[in-house]
């Protein structure tokens, strides 16, 4: 195998599990589209999940529920498209995965048509059984227990699981369930940082928290909300970019450059030998030449008319 080849290995699940034996922090992040993925994939990100949460923030639906298995597909052709090398995850959409058989249907497209290499399921000791088929059919699973989104209109709103004595241990047992089915990971989303910790303590796998705290194997961010580009983050995100205001204050520039006339200028503009210019509107030395002769009386001196079918 070559170097350059070698530069460019696709990581696995194995070199995930490789990062969390090793005490690595896993940094793990969505993204939606190929530009963007080209740029995680540069910046070493190790693994990249095509979140059902482009329902929202990439196509401007109210919740992750309105999502759709071609549309997360579609996505994810893009993701897989512009990163070489991170493990990428695909989300299962809302009611792909209600049964074994359609999970494995559904995840099985994520793998053959979409080049993912592994698919995230919500749901604790309920997709125990899931998990496992998707397993026993050789498609590797990340796991997904706390605030789960698609559960939003069971839930009632968004906010933090777990901090009661009976929601705390569900979510341990949720944990449990999902590892012993067999999952590489397990995302805790919205969950107390003590319980998260306690939780990620007692896995052999490693937990990827968002809104968790620091105690997990790894953090997962929603892109948009670590590059700004909403008008308006979590409590559990950090911006590290402006890109809201640094797009919105270039695209008001380009409108007053092109009201102005100053855009394009010299620098964007192409142009041609004028000599042909001439040629093509009739208005070349021959084209003289024809005139004084009398030979083409019916072209203007002008040149040929811009509207003329030449």
């Given at each position: 195998m070559s170097a350059q080849s070698e530069a460019v290995?696709?990581?696995?699940?194995?070199?995930?599990?490789?990062?969390?034996?090793?005490?690595?922090?896993?940094?793990?992040?969505?993204?939606?589209?190929?530009?963007?993925?080209?740029?995680v994939d540069q910046a070493g990100i190790p693994l990249i999940l095509v979140g059902d949460s482009l329902a929202q923030v990439m196509l401007g639906y109210d919740t992750?529920?309105?999502?759709?298995?071609?549309?997360?597909?579609?996505h994810a052709k893009a993701v897989v498209r512009g990163a070489k090398r991170a493990l990428i995850v695909a989300d299962m959409p809302f009611l792909s995965y209600t049964t074994p058989e359609d999970a494995v249907a559904n995840a099985g497209?994520?793998?053959?048509?979409?080049?993912?290499?592994?698919?995230?399921?919500?749901?604790g000791v309920r997709s125990a059984r899931v998990i496992e088929a998707l397993l026993r059919a050789g498609i590797p699973v990340m796991g997904h227990i706390g605030l789960t989104p698609q559960a939003i209109n069971t839930l009632?709103?968004?906010?933090?699981?777990?901090?009661?004595?009976?929601?705390?241990?569900?979510?341990?047992?949720?944990?449990?369930?999902?590892?012993?089915?067999?999952?590489?990971?397990i995302v805790l989303e919205l969950v107390p940082g003590q319980l998260a910790?306690?939780?990620?303590?007692?896995?052999?796998?490693?937990?990827?928290?968002?809104?968790?705290?620091?105690?997990?194997?790894?953090?997962?961010?929603?892109?948009?909300?670590?590059?700004?580009?909403?008008?308006?983050a979590p409590k559990h995100a950090r911006p590290y970019a402006d890109l809201h205001g640094t797009i919105l204050d270039a695209i008001s520039r380009y409108k007053a450059d092109v009201e102005a006339g100053a855009f394009p200028a010299a620098a964007e503009t192409v142009?041609?030998?004028?000599?042909?210019?001439?040629?093509?509107?009739?208005?070349?030395?021959?084209?003289?030449?024809?005139?004084?002769?009398?030979?083409?009386?019916?072209?203007?001196?002008?040149?040929?008319?811009?509207?003329?079918?030449?």
């Open positions: 290995r696709r990581l696995s699940v194995l070199d995930i599990a490789k990062l969390y034996a090793d005490g690595v922090r896993i940094a793990t992040i969505t993204a939606y589209d190929y530009p963007t993925a080209g740029l992750t529920v309105r999502v759709t298995m071609e549309e997360m597909l579609h497209r994520f793998l053959r048509e979409a080049g993912v290499q592994a698919v995230k399921i919500e749901g009632g709103k968004v906010r933090v699981q777990g901090k009661n004595r009976e929601q705390a241990r569900a979510l341990l047992a949720d944990a449990l369930a999902v590892q012993e089915a067999g999952a590489f990971s910790q306690a939780i990620t303590d007692r896995l052999r796998i490693p937990t990827i928290g968002i809104g968790a705290g620091a105690g997990c194997s790894g953090q997962i961010q929603v892109i948009t909300d670590t590059l700004g580009l909403g008008d308006w142009l041609m030998d004028p000599a042909v210019l001439d040629e093509v509107l009739g208005r070349g030395h021959a084209d003289r030449a024809d005139r004084a002769f009398g030979t083409d009386a019916d072209i203007p001196v002008g040149g040929i008319p811009l509207d003329r079918d030449l």
